[in-house]
């Protein structure tokens, strides 16, 4: 007799167990070749060249360009704060980050190694984590830091939910960053939730959080496979420690960002990602070149 699974209205199931879905090796998916990592792990701090620092002060959104083969680092600079970051091919920003195939790809939540990839017909690596001073893994609780299933607090929901406008939500946040780079509230998409811990309820599968465990000083890198253009909110709930709806303000920080270049990276078996080797149509060429196949 093997395992049941009894459904909500007693109805049972035969309990399978569970097989990953994109069991692939790691290699068949690194977009940057170990050669790159450990020359990024060797090169010291004083070998980085700034590009650019950005302050992300509290309960606000900015963006920047993150050029091609150039890194960005973003660090809990005054206390425990989430991030909900968006990423944009800079010269097609039609190309963005997909948040639920890069979780099949991947995790649910990311840490080295992993990438943040493209949308289709794109799918392609945008970024590459290449640093994580947090390194949670999974809990107890099924939780993990860095989350790509959650979406964004933004005033739509919070308007069904409490009948107040909220206009500093992370998707109006991301929203106002991203006005002077030519895009709209249209552009902005499911973010990447950086610091964040998060998981589903085993007993009814919804979404929770955790007060992110990050101290100050805590920080993940990533490197650009291309020209980015970067939009980072700080949550108006800080470190996610208070319920949404509580009458409690929750303590919110700045975040810094740090652009740099590393002269001395080892890039000799580095390639950059080629958008999506499909070349079919959907099957739309067959039917065209075919018309009275299924006719005969
Ligand atoms: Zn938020």
Not at 37 to 56: D, V
Not at 151 to 165: F, H, L, Q, V, W
Not at 175 to 192: C, I, N, S
């Amino acid at each position: 007799m093997g395992a049941k699974h009894v459904g909500r209205n007693g109805r049972t199931f035969k309990l399978h167990a569970p097989v990953p879905c994109y069991d692939v090796p790691a290699s068949t998916l690194a977009a940057v070749p170990d050669s790159l990592l450990t020359s990024f792990n060797l090169l010291p701090l004083s070998a980085r060249e700034t590009l650019r620092k950005i302050t992300i002060p509290a309960r606000d959104g900015r963006a920047w360009h993150v050029p091609a083969g150039a890194f960005c680092r973003l660090e809990v600079s005054h206390g425990p704060q989430v991030a909900d970051v968006n990423i944009w091919n800079t010269h097609n920003p039609r190309e963005r980050l997909y948040t639920s195939k890069t979780r099949l790809i991947h995790s649910s939540h990311l840490s080295v190694g992993d990438s943040l990839w493209s949308g289709m017909p794109y799918l392609r690596p945008l970024a590459t984590i290449v640093s994580d001073s947090v390194q949670y893994g999974i809990d107890e609780d099924n939780a993990g830091v860095h989350d790509v299933i959650g979406s964004r607090c933004d005033p739509y929901t919070n308007a069904a939910m409490t009948g107040a406008n909220a206009n500093h939500c992370c998707h109006s946040n991301l929203v106002r960053a991203v006005l002077p780079f030519g895009l709209t509230e249209h552009d902005v998409h499911d973010v990447f939730n950086v610091f964040m811990c998060t998981g589903f309820m085993r007993s009814t599968g919804q979404y929770f959080a955790k007060p992110s465990p990050v101290v100050k000083g805590d920080y993940l890198e990533f490197f650009a496979h291309m020209d980015l253009l970067v939009a980072t909110s700080t949550c108006p709930q800080g470190d996610v420690s208070i319920p949404c709806g509580s009458d409690r303000a929750p303590t919110c920080y700045p975040l810094g960002a740090t652009v740099f270049r590393l002269p001395g990276l080892d890039l000799k078996h580095y390639t950059p990602p080629k958008v999506s080797s499909y070349q079919g149509v959907h099957g739309l060429a067959s039917a065209v070149e075919q018309p009275d196949a299924d006719s005969s």
